[in-house]
């Protein structure tokens, strides 16, 4: 299938403002924090001498 053909249907109108987040990036903003303690918290227990 050629490219044009996919691409030509994401797209239905004129760009609107935004007015606030969608949910996805609020998902992914609280995903990315997650996994930003998770790896520190997994280093620092890592790397830790008891």
Do not use: C, Y
Not at 7 to 23: D, F, K, M, V
């Amino acid at each position: 299938m050629p490219l044009a053909t996919m691409t030509a249907a994401a797209h239905n109108g004129t760009p609107q403002p935004r007015s606030h987040p969608e949910w996805s990036d609020i998902g992914l903003f609280v995903f990315a924090i997650g996994a930003v303690w998770l790896l520190r918290h997994l280093m620092r227990r890592r790397h830790r001498k008891d």
